[in-house]
């Protein structure tokens, strides 16, 4: 059974109307502007393609025809894809701004068919860059040569490096610092077997453990590095926030470099640079190809909510995040044995638990505030457990990319949640934005935590700058 519905937006005074066709109702709902090629407006949304509408949809009617092919639907089923249409057309008519909507079912001549709904207009101004001066929302294009899924096909996904890598001497002397609860206690077994390669090698390996979290900070700030020393890091993506946080904040003047040998449950940077092993690090840190690495300085208030502890700098690699993605991390830390599967799990509870909270975001220099369900600053394209979640990131663009949920329903953010499982289409739901910055910051009216490299170490006030190609990180050589 086939069912469209012809929807026909209508002028309130010129009359003037705009054919646009939602297909099946049991797909997700989604809208081709006849008048633009037939171009896909729901995944695209916001975008030029919609965006140019915009002074037109100040005021419209919404009629909802049922175009029957083959067997009738039911009323429910008529009800249902009804229903999502209304959704739909009133998201978008928030997100332009509109003062009213009129909505008309035509099912039948029933009378208590035809419905109005008013939305107020908004107080306070969504992520549009053409009115809140924000850097560009980041476009992006969908790869046809993917079949769509979620709606939408996959995005074009950015190069994880800009620029050309290069190759220096292999190193003499490599510290090997250490986080032995890494995935499971793995940190201490990989990293023996790193030690015995790289010394098999000829390379001097002075190694060092972590006795508790945050230990690698002052590990790292003790170590005497010399002139082509690598300092090789093994766990995961907070391991090696650690480190580098501790080397930054002794002001060096040499660019040092780093290297990353995998141990930690999402290992996401390790995963973007394409190393899956200790034998893939190892060979790499001979191999002593490089790639500049970009890092966020971020100063914020020291511990979560209830036990703040003055101010600190932290420096990323890989992503900080508000919101959302901290409450499905504090979750997911209460089921580390479930190992990577506890991300997944933490990010549903959260969106059961539907917090969504005010704040104040500024981005170079140009500010918003509104109610925010997440805002997720990344470096690498992966976080988590492996998950997409900037396609358009680069690691040494000089650049941080943030994508912006906004206050979004249960439905909405597990639709955005199930996007981005697929390959990182969350990018094309209408209620995330996307923008790069060089700078930036996010006050709250009471503190609110914030985690950084996955792991849960401060709280709001934050502010954030880009330091470019900051420091060296080992990569495969070709």
């Not at 190694?207 to 002139?227: D, F, M, P, T």
């Not at 993605?325 to 997944?344: F, H, L």
């Not at 369900?373 to 358009?392: I, R």
Request: glycine letters at 8%; a neutral charge; charged letters at 20%.
């Amino acid at each position: 059974m086939a069912l469209f519905f012809s929807i026909v937006y209508c002028h309130l005074f010129s009359m003037q109307s705009t054919d646009v066709v939602v297909p099946t109702f049991g797909d997700d709902l989604s809208a081709f502007d006849e008048n633009t090629s037939n171009q896909r407006i729901r995944t695209h949304f916001p975008s030029s393609t919609f965006g140019d509408q915009k002074s037109a949809l100040h005021e419209r009617a919404i009629r909802i025809t049922p175009c029957i092919l083959h067997t009738p639907p039911t009323m429910h089923q008529f009800k249902t894809a009804c229903i999502g249409i209304v959704q739909e057309m009133v998201e978008i008519q928030h997100y332009m701004h509109n003062e009213s909507l009129t909505i008309h079912c035509e099912l039948c001549a029933n009378p208590l068919c035809w419905r109005r709904l008013e939305a107020p207009r908004r107080l306070v101004m969504t992520m549009s860059s053409n009115e809140d001066g924000f850097p560009e929302t980041l476009s992006f294009q969908a790869d046809e040569s993917t079949s769509r899924k979620k709606g939408a096909h996959r995005p074009h996904f950015a190069s994880v490096f800009t620029k050309d890598a290069t190759t220096v001497k292999t190193p003499k002397r490599v510290h090997l610092l250490v986080n032995p609860y890494a995935g499971k206690k793995k940190g201490r077994t990989r990293a023996r077997d790193a030690k015995e390669i790289l010394e098999k090698a000829g390379v001097e390996v002075l190694i060092a453990y972590s006795a508790y979290s945050g230990h690698l900070i002052s590990v790292a700030a003790g170590l005497e590095v010399k002139r082509g020393d690598v300092i090789a890091v093994v766990g995961g993506d907070g391991s090696l926030s650690e480190v580098i946080t501790g080397r930054l904040g002794q002001e060096t003047t040499e660019k040092e470099t780093f290297a990353i040998i995998p141990a930690g449950t999402g290992n996401s940077q390790a995963h973007d640079l394409g190393i899956g092993s200790v034998e893939e690090a190892v060979k790499s840190i001979l191999g002593a190809t490089r790639q500049g690495l970009d890092i966020a300085e971020v100063e914020l208030v020291k511990g979560l909510p209830g036990n703040e502890d003055g101010t600190m700098t932290h420096y990323s690699h890989n992503l900080v995040t508000w919101g959302l993605g901290v409450d499905s991390t504090i979750q997911a830390e209460k089921m580390r044995w479930m190992g990577p599967a506890r991300y997944d799990v933490g990010i549903l509870l959260a969106i059961a638990a539907n917090k969504r909270r005010t704040a104040t975001l500024t981005l170079d220099g140009q500010s918003v505030t509104n109610d925010f369900t997440l805002f997720l600053v990344q470096n690498s394209q992966t976080g988590g457990s492996m998950l997409p979640l900037a396609p358009g990131a680069s690691l040494d663009d000089g650049w941080m990319d943030i994508g912006i949920l906004k206050k979004m329903t249960r439905r909405d953010v597990l639709k955005a949640f199930g996007m981005l499982k697929k390959e990182g289409r969350h990018v094309f739901h209408p209620r995330v934005d996307y923008h790069r910055f060089k700078s930036l910051g996010i006050e709250t009216s009471v503190p609110t935590a914030i985690n950084i490299d996955g792991e849960n170490i401060g709280s709001t006030p934050l502010s954030m700058k880009v330091l470019p190609q900051a420091v060296n990180i080992i990569v495969p050589s070709e």
